[in-house]
């Protein structure tokens, strides 16, 4: 994974990343350069995965009014049209001079155990950040609350 990862972080600052090569890794990347949790990145931008919390987190954040963004919605669709096929990623990936290519999807322990720190991985992402910024100081805090509160189903129905 961090071969991939720096790989990523390569062609994203060269500018030769296909936007629709890999979204997870692409997102791992700019997750490993923010010194954030590649994995978790990769892991919540890849292709057809969902995790309990996303479903969790998503759903209290809508009651308090957010849709995903619009580029969001577009890389998603993008993501999942061409990158279930892990032939087409490793032949991206090879296309970019990269040899000994393998994609394989793995199960990476994050240490993440709590429902705060569930949300905060959540809240944490990018296409949330404009509508918690756009949250007076008190709706913000309560719909943290909630997105904590969500996230402790499916952390209780032993799920993760």
């Not at 479903?55 to 990158?83: C, I, N, Q, S, T």
């Not at 032939?87 to 709590?114: D, H, K, N």
């Not at 944490?124 to 509160?149: C, D, I, K, N, W």
Request: hydrophobic share 55%; with cysteine; aromatic share 6%.
């Amino acid at each position: 994974m961090l071969v991939v990862v720096l790989a990523c972080a390569q062609l994203l600052t060269a500018g030769a990343a296909r936007v629709a090569a890999s979204s997870a890794a692409n997102a791992a990347a700019m997750a490993l350069l923010q010194g954030g949790d590649a994995a978790a990145a990769a892991r919540a931008a890849a292709p057809g995965w969902t995790h309990p919390a996303k479903l969790a987190v998503d759903g209290a954040l809508r009651r308090f009014g957010f849709r995903p963004p619009a580029w969001y919605e577009a890389m998603k669709a993008k993501a999942d049209a061409e990158g279930q096929d892990p032939a087409w990623l490793g032949a991206e990936a090879a296309g970019a001079g990269f040899t000994g290519v393998r994609v394989a999807a793995i199960t990476v322990p994050t240490g993440l155990s709590t429902p705060a720190q569930l949300a905060s991985w959540r809240l944490g992402l990018a296409h949330y950040a404009p509508f918690l910024r756009s949250l007076e100081p008190a709706r913000r805090a309560a719909a943290r609350r909630a997105a904590e509160e969500a996230a402790a189903v499916p952390l209780a129905g032993g799920d993760l």
